[in-house]
Antibody, heavy 121, light 108 residues
Framework: QVQLQESGPGLVKPSQTLSLTCTVSGGSISSGSYYWSWIRQPAGKGLEWIGRIYTSGSTNYNPSLKSRVTISVDTSKNQFSLKLSSVTAADTAVYYC?????????????WGQGTLVTVSS | SYELTQPPSVSVSPGQTARITCSGDALPKQYAYWYQQKPGQAPVLVIYKDSERPSGIPERFSGSSSGTTVTLTISGVQAEDEADYYCQSADSSGTYDVFGTGTKVTVL
C-alpha cells in the first residue's frame, strides 16, 4: 500500500521560498510510470492544482504559478519536492502531495494527509 | 486560464439522487475525475476517466459525460455522502490540470 507524507516548515516569511518534501513509502518512486503531484487548499476554499513531475523527470505547472514553482524528484530518498518562491500571504494553505497512475489517466489515487503552511512575518 | 464550473451547493434527502455538474470547454477532449472531501481530510478519488469507479467506491457513485459537461451522480444518497465534491480535468492541450470550483453536498 503506497503512502505519501508531506513535511517541511509550517511557517514561512513573506518573500521567502516555501520548500516541502513528500516521502513515498510502500513502493519505489522511480519504478513504473507515475505522476507525482502537488495540490494546495487555502482554508475554507477549493483545491488548486500546482503541478506534477513524471517518473521521466518531465514537469507540468499551473500557468498562474509557473514562474515561481519548481518540482523535483530525489530517487535516492524516495522523495519529491516542491519549491515556491517569493511567497505572500495568498500562498497560505494546506499543501497536499499525491500520485497519479497513467492507466487511470491523471486521477490522483493516493494522497498525503496534507500539511499547513502559513506565510507570515 | 482554464476553468471548471460547479454549482456551489446541492441539497438532497436520504435515499434520493444527487447530481453534481462540472462544465468546461475542454471536457469533450479531456477526461474528468471526481473527488470527495470531508472536513479535515484529504480528497478521495470516486470517479476516474469520466465514468470509471475505483475499487472500494460504492456503486451508488457514477459518472457521465455529455459535451462540455460531466456529471457525478450519487444514487440512494446516504448521510455519509455529505461532503465537498470536486471535478478535475486538463486544459485542451493536456498541459496542465485544474480543479472545479467545488460543490457542497448537504444531506437533509
Amino acid at each position: 500500500q503506497v503512502q505519501l507524507q508531506e513535511s517541511g516548515p509550517g511557517l514561512v516569511k513573506p518573500s521567502q521560498t516555501l520548500s516541502l518534501t513528500c516521502t513515498v513509502s510502500g513502493g519505489s518512486i522511480s519504478s513504473g510510470s507515475y505522476y507525482w503531484s502537488w495540490i494546495r487548499q487555502p482554508a475554507g476554499k477549493g483545491l488548486e492544482w500546482i503541478g506534477r513531475i513524471y517518473t521521466s523527470g518531465s514537469t507540468n505547472y499551473n500557468p498562474s504559478l509557473k514562474s515561481r514553482v519548481t518540482i523535483s524528484v530525489d530517487t535516492s530518498k524516495n522523495q519529491f519536492s516542491l519549491k515556491l518562491s517569493s511567497v505572500t500571504a495568498a500562498d497560505t494553505a494546506v499543501y497536499y502531495c499525491a500520485r497519479a497512475e497513467p492507466p487511470l489517466g491523471t486521477a490522483l489515487d493516493y494522497w498525503g494527509q496534507g500539511t499547513l503552511v502559513t506565510v507570515s512575518s | 486560464s482554464y476553468e471548471l464550473t460547479q454549482p456551489p451547493s446541492v441539497s438532497v434527502s436520504p435515499g434520493q439522487t444527487a447530481r453534481i455538474t462540472c462544465s468546461g470547454d475542454a471536457l469533450p477532449k479531456q477526461y474528468a475525475y471526481w473527488y470527495q472531501q470531508k472536513p479535515g481530510q484529504a480528497p478521495v478519488l470516486v470517479i476516474y476517466k469520466d465514468s470509471e469507479r475505483p475499487s472500494g467506491i460504492p456503486e451508488r457513485f457514477s459518472g457521465s459525460s455529455s459535451g462540455t459537461t460531466v456529471t457525478l451522480t450519487i444514487s440512494g444518497v446516504q448521510a455519509e455522502d455529505e461532503a465537498d465534491y470536486y471535478c478535475q480535468s486538463a486544459d485542451s492541450s493536456g498541459t496542465y490540470d485544474v480543479f472545479g470550483t467545488g460543490t457542497k453536498v448537504t444531506v437533509l
